[in-house]
């Protein structure tokens, strides 16, 4: 049974940093796409960085110079560093694995895990 799972979220400062961490298993995580997503309360899920396994990422303009997204193959994990976090970033973030041939090959999500900015 393929999953991924999240750690790494919980309360900061403005200001502050966090790195989360996503552990794949029950996959070939080199065939996947990784993505971490965010919902804030009444809102959509929105995309917050992206990395193929070739290792090229994309970047929501809002996180763009601030947040990294990095991956280790070999070990089956992403990572979000979080540096410089606003109020604003405070949110539920997801871990999201999607088949590089498309999500019907396979697209897992993680149960989420909070992340809260105080200003």
């Known amino acids: 049974q393929a999953q991924v799972v999240e750690s790494g979220g919980g309360l900061v400062q403005a200001g502050g940093s966090l790195r989360l961490s996503c552990a794949a298993s029950?996959?070939?995580?080199?065939?996947?796409?990784m993505g971490w997503y965010r919902q804030a309360p009444g809102k959509p899920r929105e995309l917050v960085a992206e990395?193929?396994?070739?290792?090229?990422?994309t970047y929501a303009d809002s996180v763009k110079g601030r947040f990294t997204i990095s991956r280790d193959n070999a070990k089956n994990t992403v990572w979000l560093q979080m540096n410089s976090l606003k109020p604003e970033d405070t949110a539920v973030y997801y871990c999201n694995a999607r088949h590089r041939s498309g999500a019907d090959y396979g697209d897992y999500w993680g149960q989420g895990t909070q992340v809260t900015v105080s200003a």
């Open positions: 029950g996959m070939i995580f080199s065939f996947y796409v």
């Open positions: 990395i193929i396994p070739g290792g090229s990422t």
